[in-house]
T-cell receptor, first 117, second 114 residues
Framework: ETGVTQTPRHLVMGMTNKKSLKCEQHLGHNAMYWYKQSAKKPLELMFVYNFKEQTENNSVPSRFSPECPNSSHLFLHLHTLQPEDSALYLC????????????????FGAGTRLSVL | AQTVTQSQPEMSVQEAETVTLSCTYDTSESDYYLFWYKQPPSRQMILVIRQEAYKQQNATENRFSVNFQKAAKSFSLKISDSQLGDAAMYFCASTTGGSEKLVFGKGTKLTVNP
């Protein structure tokens, strides 16, 4: 079993649909992340959750709604998306120590390939 | 703000040969970390190697090593004895100490020819 598991692997949705992406980490980490990977662009950090509290929202449109019910699970709720939101969505986790003494190593899942029609 | 630049969109290497992937970065911080991640067709990003900025010694992991030039803000990855399984996208990334934010370059697609 991989350390970070994302489901589904592929998702096709219409612009009026509501869907959710799921991420689960089995590494005992306390921080989780959502990234967007579009073609020919650097990975874009979307959200950061540290100890279940959202610590970063990188100017992401409100049609993306994250949820972190506990330190092992992270969701990305999607509604009324646009075709330009089609991308690979990657989840990652890391262990963040007090005082910033962590190793800053993030472990990634295999992503969800999202296509918005 | 941190930036990471990878100037080689694609590279190729013959099996068993050595290849070097380039990366430059810009940061005003003194405490930061640099990474190389590999993304094979399976899409999962895998950490290849990590370098702490305060360490002068270049990091190595088996066939993978870095050339960390702090003054030049350069962080290149050398892959020795290339194998077919090394074919992937390689991303350079940086983060500052105590931050959870990873900043990535655009990536270099590495092809390994048999």
């Amino acid at each position: 079993e991989t350390g970070v598991t994302q489901t589904p692997r592929h998702l096709v949705m219409g612009m009026t649909n509501k869907k959710s992406l799921k991420c689960e980490q089995h590494l005992g980490h306390n921080a989780m992340y959502w990234y967007k990977q579009s073609a020919k662009k650097p990975l874009e950090l979307m959200f950061v959750y540290n100890f279940k509290e959202q610590t970063e929202n990188n100017s992401v449109p409100s049609r993306f709604s994250p949820e972190c019910p506990n330190s092992s699970h992270l969701f990305l709720h999607l509604h009324t998306l646009q075709p330009e939101d089609s991308a690979l969505y990657l989840c990652a986790s890391s262990q963040v120590l007090a005082g910033g003494l962590g190793k800053n190593i993030q472990y990634f899942g295999a992503g969800t390939r999202l296509s918005v029609l | 703000a941190q930036t990471v630049t990878q100037s080689q969109p694609e590279m190729s290497v013959q099996e068993a040969e050595t290849v070097t992937l380039s990366c430059t970065y810009d940061t005003s911080e003194s405490d930061y970390y640099l990474f190389w991640y590999k993304q094979p067709p399976s899409r999962q990003m895998i950490l290849v190697i990590r370098q702490e900025a305060y360490k002068q010694q270049n990091a190595t992991e088996n066939r993978f090593s870095v050339n960390f030039q702090k003054a030049a803000k350069s962080f290149s990855l050398k892959i020795s004895d290339s194998q077919l399984g090394d074919a992937a996208m390689y991303f350079c990334a940086s983060t500052t100490g105590g931050s959870e934010k990873l900043v990535f370059g655009k990536g270099t697609k590495l092809t390994v020819n048999p």
